[in-house]
């Protein structure tokens, strides 16, 4: 069983920096695939960023990318979203997912993971 926590979000400037943190309560954490997307108000949910098992392979969004890094500690089954430089558009709902044991593929599709955090809001003032 996957149970995905999230924390580490809040209010912040723009120009801030956030970490999210993502722990798996579950087990088997070492073999998915983990990754982050979000949802700003009245828009569908977007990929932000993925990671592969040991953390060799990660694929960013466009819109984040040299401002997010994704990280995982599979000592402590947990997976983190360094977010620098933040901006007003960055403002959303930041959820951690896994994929099926053994997936391989850091997709960009919601549709293709298999577990969600509750999510943690992340707001950005200017």
């Known amino acids: 069983q996957v149970e995905l926590v999230e924390s580490g979000g809040g209010l912040v400037q723009a120009g801030d920096s956030l970490r999210l943190s993502c722990t798996d309560f579950?087990?088997?954490?070492?073999?998915?695939?983990m990754g982050w997307f979000r949802q700003a108000a009245k828009k569908e949910r977007e990929f932000v960023a993925a990671?592969?098992?040991?953390?060799?392979?990660?694929d960013y969004a466009d819109s984040v990318r040299g401002r997010f890094t994704i990280s995982r500690d599979n000592d402590k089954s947990t997976v983190y979203l360094q977010m620098n430089n933040l901006e007003r558009k960055d403002t959303a709902v930041y959820y951690c997912?896994?994929?099926?044991?053994?997936?391989?593929?850091?997709?960009?599709?919601?549709?293709?993971?298999?577990?969600w955090g509750q999510g943690t809001q992340v707001t950005v003032s200017s």
């Open positions: 997912a896994a994929r099926q044991a053994y997936d391989w593929g850091l997709d960009r599709d919601s549709k293709e993971w298999h577990y």
């Open positions: 579950g087990g088997t954490f070492s073999n998915r695939v």
């Open positions: 990671i592969n098992y040991v953390g060799g392979s990660s």
